[in-house]
């Protein structure tokens, strides 16, 4: 899709710190860390969030989320991750590719479940 930021990092057209990548996949750190891992994990093919998840592409949902766990034992995440998914305003999303933050490395507090 043209003109999105998520689409340009998996098209290689934006550099990024790339974490993992399968076909169907791209994982890579984010730029504003909010904790210390924070990877972003995405379908290389544009999806806007999950409130656009369908029967049709769902499998690049779940090829994420297989992503997710291969990446929690590639980076030895072994204490635990919060795994988010922002859709919509509400939810603060602001690039609207489907995206699930991966956050560990310290203790997250029980706020925001
Ligand atoms: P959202 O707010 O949509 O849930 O998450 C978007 C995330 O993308 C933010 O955490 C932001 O820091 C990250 N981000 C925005 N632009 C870039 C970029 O050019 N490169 C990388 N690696 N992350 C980005
Ligand atoms: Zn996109």
């Known amino acids: 899709m043209e003109n999105c930021l998520f689409c340009k990092i998996a098209a290689g057209e934006i550099p990024s710190s790339k974490v993992y990548e399968d076909d169907r996949v791209l994982a890579f750190r984010d730029i504003a860390p909010q904790a210390p891992v924070h990877i972003l994990v995405i379908p290389k093919r544009h999806i806007p969030s999950v409130g656009a998840v369908t029967e049709e592409n769902s499998g690049l949902a779940a090829a994420c989320l297989e992503a997710v766990a291969r990446i ?42």
């Open 72 to 113: 929690a034992a590639q980076e030895h995440l072994d204490g635990g991750f919060r795994l988010i998914s922002n859709c919509g305003p509400d939810a603060g999303q602001t690039v609207p590719h489907l995206h699930f933050h991966i956050l560990a490395g310290r203790n997250m507090g029980e706020t925001l479940v």
